[in-house]
């Protein structure tokens, strides 16, 4: 017998060795005070499916579909059932599930016809792929996932040694994932079935397609939209938020990774296993400085045409927003534009006067923390060609400070903001909006593992802050992990609802990133104690960067974002 604590509950009992975590939740689940069905669990601090079979004493808890863990699990089942989907209906289709977008999943779909679709088309009948997406093609593999939910048909995970799983995706045509495996240096790898189709994912899965009851599927542009659930309640679907200019940025995204020739981590490996890091290095920096010139370069346009006197810049937290200015600023500078910066830290509201959160905490990404009333009143000021003394807070003290720094624009002279809040609205209302050009700027990860495991945005800008906060001395993993979900909850609620209204946005990620996080984050995540909460998120991390071979940033520039974060930059910070 084996003792198991459901930590839902702090309630232990004994059970025969190799029970299933199912049968486990039928022991607990009348007291078990979860909102929503289960669809994952803990073991250990690590993720495991509901057919994870305990033949230790462990301690165990019961997750939802909302945020975190068992969001990802339900996900990422949904990604196999739309997979399979399209199998059933259109056999030899491709489906590549790119990345987030409008609180969904973007997925580009290349159908394939064969004799009897080409028949009803009236095109020739042998087998080719199809011009395009149809709102029909769309309703019949819905159909068919509805189906193959209703029908629960279980998900099984085939254990098995790597090189048979390389063969058997070998014999699929799955290229994506034998370059996967080949450059994973695992002995073993699992790999999931869906009836006779075969997939492989990173992470559990739900036991069957019967739990997989809240989605939506549509076109969007000419591919598809998975829609999952809401992250907060899960048992609605989240609410769909138009991003056309976000999907542009991806476009883009995608085009770069054409130009670089390498999509997924199996090409990246391959790549740097061919001795190529270096030209991954030096293109993927020279793409994203020739964006920045591009950015510079319409800057100026609009400045001579007597509009833009004002650049506000935003993006989440460790997007790069600080190196992004610099750099802009040197662009800014070839154009013969003068940059003048107006950091939003200064004009922070005393620490007595910061906003606080339910639990008392001083909520310090709220707009209110900045006296926007000031700020503006000193750009109008600026704008008009006045001198104007502008503060430096102390973070120490936690008090704004006033030490004679006197600021004044030439007739060459372009403001720079910088901040979570630049695009709000309120923080510039009075100021004509023709004088102002907006940049968003994020991490949107350049590659994926294979075509239907996307790198998650937040897991690459996560990666960067843990190091950074480590590498600063501020923070541990463990801590950073800990801070993460109330950072994410502020960007959702301060910076989101105004991404669509930039001029330009920015991807501040480059093709050859993971590779190069690898050799930091392994030692900084293997530092976070086993037995605590945190340690879930850095052992998914861990799994996830040793997909990448890892290389030196010996040959990052010193200018380029990545030293933002992993150190080494020749850019002064004022952290």
């Not at 296993?273 to 290095?281: D, E, K, N, P, T």
């Not at 460790?318 to 600023?329: A, D, N, P, V």
């Not at 923080?427 to 940049?439: E, G, P, R, S, W």
Request: proline share 4%; net charge neutral.
């Amino acid at each position: 017998m084996i003792q198991i604590r459901c930590k839902n509950t702090g309630v232990t009992k004994s059970f025969q060795e190799g029970t299933s975590l199912l049968d486990i939740y039928q022991e607990f689940k009348d007291d078990i005070q979860l909102p929503y069905p289960v669809v994952s669990a803990k073991v250990n601090n690590v993720s495991q499916g509901l057919k994870y079979r305990a033949f230790q004493s462990r301690d165990v808890e019961f997750l939802d579909a909302r945020e975190g863990s068992g969001h990802r699990v339900y996900v990422r089942s949904l990604s196999f059932l739309l997979y399979k989907a399209t199998q059933d209906v259109f056999p030899g289709s491709k489906l590549f599930i790119e990345h987030a977008l409008s609180r969904g999943f973007y997925c580009n779909f290349k159908p394939t016809l064969h004799s009897d679709e080409g028949r009803l088309q009236g095109k020739n009948p042998s087998r080719k792929e199809g011009r395009g997406l149809t709102n029909e093609m769309v309703k019949r593999i819905k159909k068919r996932m509805q189906e193959i939910v209703a029908l629960d048909i279980p998900f099984r995970r085939i254990e098995s040694t790597t090189e048979e799983a390389i063969r058997v995706f070998t014999e699929r045509g799955f290229s994506d994932k034998v370059k996967l495996l080949e450059t994973s240096g695992q002995a073993y790898s699992d790999y999931y079935m869906l009836g006779d189709t075969v997939d492989y994912y990173y992470g559990p899965l739900v036991p069957s397609a019967g739990y997989l009851t809240v989605w939506e599927l549509e076109r969007y542009e000419e591919g598809l939209l998975l829609r999952v659930p809401d992250w907060n309640v899960p048992t609605r679907v989240a609410e769909k938020v138009p991003q056309p200019k976000t999907f542009e940025m991806f476009a883009e995204k995608t085009r770069w990774d054409i130009i670089m020739r390498h999509s997924n981590a199996g090409d990246v490996n391959k790549a740097i296993m061919r001795g190529q890091a270096s030209v991954l290095i030096q293109v993927s920096e020279a793409l994203q400085e020739k964006k920045i010139v591009q950015i510079a370069e319409e800057i100026y346009r609009r400045y001579e045409e007597g509009t833009t006197k004002m650049v506000l810049i935003t993006g989440p937290s460790s997007s790069g927003k600080t190196t992004f200015c610099k750099r802009l600023s040197v662009q800014l500078l070839a154009c013969g534009l003068r940059p003048l910066s107006v950091s939003t830290d200064d004009y922070f509201v005393n620490r007595v006067d910061t906003p606080k959160l339910p639990n008392g905490d001083y909520d310090f990404d709220n707009i209110e923390t900045v006296d926007y009333h000031l700020l503006e009143d000193h750009l109008k000021r600026l704008m008009q060609g006045e001198r104007v003394e502008v503060p430096e807070y102390n973070f120490v003290t936690g008090k704004r400070e006033w030490n004679g720094k006197r600021l004044k624009m030439g007739s060459d002279t372009v403001l720079i903001i910088e901040g979570i809040h630049a695009l709000n609205p309120l923080l510039t209302k009075n100021i004509d909006n023709a004088l102002k050009f907006k940049v968003y700027i994020s991490a949107l990860t350049s590659v994926s593992l294979d075509d239907h495991n996307w790198i998650p945005v937040r897991d690459n800008r996560l990666l960067r802050r843990i190091i950074r906060d480590y590498n600063k001395g501020a923070f541990t993993a463990q801590e950073t992990i800990r801070q993460w979900k109330n950072v994410l909850a502020a960007e959702e609620q301060w910076i989101a609802p105004f991404q669509e209204s930039a001029d330009v946005m920015f991807n501040s990620a480059l093709n050859i990133e993971f590779a190069v996080l690898r050799t930091h984050a392994e030692i900084i995540l293997s530092s976070v104690p086993k037995n605590c909460p945190e340690y879930s998120e850095a052992h998914r991390l861990l799994k996830f960067i040793h997909f990448f071979l890892p290389i030196s940033d010996k040959e990052i520039p010193p200018t380029s974002i990545m030293r933002e974060f992993v150190g080494g930059s020749s850019f002064k910070y004022k952290y």
